[in-house]
C-alpha cells in the first residue's frame, strides 16, 4: 500500500487554514491535478504545481508572495528586493526605515528638512520651505535670479539684459563687451579691436592716438616730409620751410621762394611765376627750346633789343654790331683808336669813343691820318702845368677840354693818359704833323714811366748815368722830324722820363756835369733842353734848386730860339 506524503509547506498552509492535523496525508486516490502531491480540495492552486497555498489570500501562492501574510496582489516591489512594499520596512531601499523616511518610496529622497514636500537631495534650498525653484541650479531661486535658466548668471546690476560675469561694465548699461581690454566698452570705442585706440575724432577710421591729422579724415595718413602731421592738416606738405599758402609747389621740397632756379627744366622751382625758358626775363624764351632770345643770361639781348656797338649781337639777328658804327656812341668803345680804324677804314681825324679798359668808356681824340694814334695830353709850352717835375705827370684823370681838330695852346690831359697801354709815344710840334715817335715796347700807359720811375732811352752819349745808347741819328731824325735843331752840346740824351735831370719828354745835352767822362757842379743836362717838361735851368731857382718852376715848353741850347716853344702834343699807341 503506498502512503503519498504532503509538503511541509502545505501543512502548514492547512493547520493555518483549517487547522488540521498536521499528520494527516492525502487519502490514496483523491484527486491532484497538479500533482504537486496536495490534493486539489486542500490545494489554492490546483493547477499550478509551484504553489498550493495562499497564507494572505491575495491570489499570489506563498512560494512566489514577496510578502506572505500581508495580501498584496500587485506584488509591488519598489527596491526589488526579497520583500514587497507591503511588507517591507524599507520598501525604497534607501537604508532609512519607513518610519523614519519622509519619502519612504522614493529611494533618492529620505529627509524634508524645511518640510515643503521637496526632499533634501531635490531641494536647492532644503532649509527654505518656500520651495522657489531654481531652474538652472546655479543655487539662486529663479524669483531672484536675473537670468533662472543661465548656470552661468545670477545678476544683471545695469539692467542691460547681460549678466554681471558676461558683463564688461557691469555698472554701464550702455557697454557689455570690450574687444580688446582696452577699458573702454566697444559701443565707445571708436576702434573695438585695438586695444592702442579709443577715439576717432574724425571718423577716418585711424585712432586719434595714431591719426597725424586728427581733426581731418586723411584715411590713408599721406605724410609727404614724414613728420608728426600728415599733408591734410599740415601748413607745410614739403617740408621746405615756406607754407603752403606761399609755396607754388608745396609737394615738392626743391620748389619754393628763394630756391635755387634750374632753367630749362619746365620746373618753377624759386616760384618766380616767370618762364622756365626765359632766364634773363626779358619776355622773350631762349632760342634752344623754341624761343627768340638768343642770349638768355642777357635781359639787354633779344629780339626787341636795339643794336649798339659792344661786340654782341644785342638783336639777335645773327650779326655783331651790325648798322652799329665802332667808337660812335658811349655803348660802342673801342680798345683804341688803332682798332677804330680797323674796323672803319678811312675813319677821319677827329673825337671816338674808347674803352680800352674795364672801367669804362670816355671820348678821346684820334689821329687817324697817321694810323690811329691816340691823344695823351696837350700842353700849352708857356704853361707850368706839364712843367718838368709837375705833380700833373703823376695825377690821372681827365682835364680841360678835349680837342676837336683845334689844336690851340691848351692843357688838356686825356682818361687815356692813365688807361691806355701803349707801346709806343708819338711827341708832336705845334700839330700833329710835326713829330717823333718813341717805340718803347714796354706796354705801359704814358704815366705808368712816372708813378713807376720807368725810363725809355732811345740815345744817350755819355750821358751821366745812362751811358752810350742808339746812335747819332735817332739825334737828327729828332731834330728834323719837330723842325727844331738843338746844339749838340758834348754829351747828349733822347726819351722818356730821364729820372736824374727830372725831365719828361725830348732831347738834353751838356758839355760838362751831365756828362759821364766830365765834371762839374751840376751832375745832369742842363745846357740844352728840347721837347716837354724839361730841366733847362732857366727858371727863377736855377740848377742849384733842381730847376723846379719851369715852364714846359721852356728850352735851351736851341740855335734861333729861345723861352718857351708850344704847344706840345703827346699820342700813344
Known amino acids: 500500500m503506498f502512503t503519498r506524503l504532503v509538503p511541509l509547506a502545505i501543512l502548514g498552509a492547512m493547520t493555518l487554514l483549517g487547522g488540521c492535523d498536521a499528520s494527516l496525508t492525502a487519502e490514496q486516490g483523491a484527486a491532484d491535478q497538479d500533482g504537486d502531491g496536495v490534493p486539489d480540495a486542500m490545494d489554492a492552486f490546483p493547477h499550478n504545481p509551484r504553489e498550493s497555498a495562499d497564507t494572505d489570500g491575495d491570489g499570489v501562492g506563498d512560494e512566489d508572495d514577496n510578502c506572505v501574510d500581508l495580501a498584496n496582489p500587485d506584488q509591488a516591489n519598489r527596491d526589488r528586493d526579497w520583500l514587497g512594499d507591503a511588507c517591507d520596512g524599507d520598501r525604497d531601499g534607501d537604508g532609512v526605515p519607513n518610519a523614519e523616511d519622509a519619502f519612504p518610496d522614493d529611494l533618492s529622497e529620505w529627509a524634508d528638512t524645511d518640510g515643503d514636500g521637496v526632499g533634501d537631495n531635490a531641494d536647492p534650498f532644503p532649509n527654505d520651505p518656500a520651495n522657489v525653484p531654481d531652474t538652472d541650479g546655479d543655487g539662486v531661486h529663479d524669483d531672484s535670479d536675473a537670468f533662472p535658466t543661465d548656470p552661468s548668471e545670477t545678476v544683471d546690476t545695469d539692467g542691460d539684459g547681460v549678466g554681471d560675469n558676461s558683463d564688461a561694465f557691469p555698472s554701464d548699461p550702455s557697454e557689455t563687451v570690450d574687444t580688446d581690454g582696452d577699458g573702454v566698452g566697444d559701443n565707445a570705442d571708436a576702434l573695438p579691436t585695438d586695444p592702442n585706440e579709443t577715439v576717432d575724432t574724425d571718423g577716418d577710421g585711424v585712432g586719434d ?224 704833323s710835326a713829330c717823333h715817335t718813341f717805340q718803347h715796347n714796354k706796354g705801359l700807359p704814358l704815366m705808368s714811366f712816372f708813378t713807376l720811375g720807368e725810363s725809355y732811352v732811345e740815345y744817350s752819349a755819355d750821358s751821366y748815368g745812362y751811358g752810350n745808347v742808339g746812335s747819332i741819328a735817332s739825334w737828327n731824325t729828332y731834330a728834323a722830324e719837330v723842325g727844331v735843331a738843338p746844339n749838340n752840346g758834348v754829351c747828349r740824351w733822347l726819351g722818356i722820363n730821364d729820372t736824374l735831370s727830372g725831365s719828361s719828354i725830348g732831347a738834353l745835352g751838356d758839355n760838362n756835369g751831365g756828362c759821364s767822362t766830365r765834371t762839374g757842379s751840376v751832375r745832369y743836362h742842363d745846357d740844352i733842353a728840347l721837347g716837354l717838361g724839361l730841366q733847362s735851368c732857366q727858371d727863377a731857382n736855377g740848377c742849384s734848386k733842381g730847376g723846379s718852376g719851369h715852364t714846359a715848353g721852356r728850352i735851351a741850347g736851341v740855335a734861333g730860339y729861345s723861352g718857351d716853344l708850344g704847344p706840345w702834343f703827346v699820342f700813344g699807341r
Open 209 to 432: 592716438n595714431g591719426d597725424n591729422c586728427r581733426v581731418i579724415a586723411n584715411f590713408n595718413q599721406a605724410n609727404l616730409d614724414n613728420d608728426a602731421l600728415g599733408d591734410l592738416c599740415d601748413d607745410d606738405v614739403d617740408g621746405d620751410g615756406v607754407l603752403t599758402g606761399a609755396d607754388c609747389n608745396d609737394r615738392d621740397a626743391a620748389v619754393h621762394p628763394g630756391a635755387v632756379e634750374i632753367w630749362y627744366d619746365d620746373v618753377d622751382q624759386d616760384c618766380s611765376g616767370g618762364s622756365d625758358y626765359d632766364q634773363d626775363g626779358d619776355g622773350e624764351e631762349v632760342t634752344s627750346h623754341s624761343g627768340s632770345d638768343c642770349d638768355d643770361v642777357n635781359a639787354r639781348v633779344n629780339t626787341s633789343a636795339s643794336e649798339v656797338c659792344d661786340g654782341v649781337d644785342n638783336n639777335c639777328t645773327g650779326g655783331v654790331d651790325d648798322g652799329v658804327s665802332v667808337g660812335s656812341a658811349s655803348a660802342c668803345g673801342a680798345a683804341s683808336c688803332g682798332a677804330v680804324l680797323i674796323a672803319r677804314p678811312g675813319a677821319n681825324d677827329g673825337a671816338y669813343w674808347l674803352a680800352p679798359d674795364n672801367m669804362g668808356s670816355f671820348q678821346a681824340y684820334c689821329d687817324m691820318t697817321h694810323g690811329g694814334w691816340t691823344l695823351l695830353l696837350a700842353a700849352d709850352g708857356s704853361s707850368t702845368f706839364f712843367g718838368n717835375s709837375s705833380v700833373q705827370w703823376t695825377t690821372s684823370g681827365e682835364y680841360g677840354v678835349l680837342p676837336t681838330g683845334n689844336f690851340a695852346a691848351a692843357d688838356y690831359r686825356s682818361p687815356a693818359y692813365d688807361r691806355f697801354t701803349t707801346q709806343a709815344v708819338r711827341l708832336c710840334f705845334a700839330d700833329h
